[in-house]
């Protein structure tokens, strides 16, 4: 996908303001994550591994999935991304 310094990018996650996933929702997202991940195995679309690390990161940091979908928004700076959302921009100078 792209190259990403995870480190910088937890740290941005952690100051966002949000409502981390219970137990309950983390168990579910990441059978739902390993699902997807499966998918794309499936069709020829496997995952490098900073995209694994990237999505791992962030199942870590248990955020919610519609809050993921804006970050890698922001992250590759497409025109739906939300300018307010606190997220450098991939390739972007910090």
Known sequence: MMSI?????????????????GPAEDAMWREDDEDARANLVIEGMALTPEDDALFD??????????LATAILLKLLSHPDADPALAITPAGASC
Do not use: S
């Not at 310094?5 to 996933?21: K, M, P």
């Open 5 to 21: 310094d995870l480190d910088a990018l937890r740290n941005e996650i952690r100051a966002l303001d949000f409502v981390r996933g």
């Open 57 to 66: 990161m962030m199942r870590d940091e248990r955020v919610p999935p519609t």
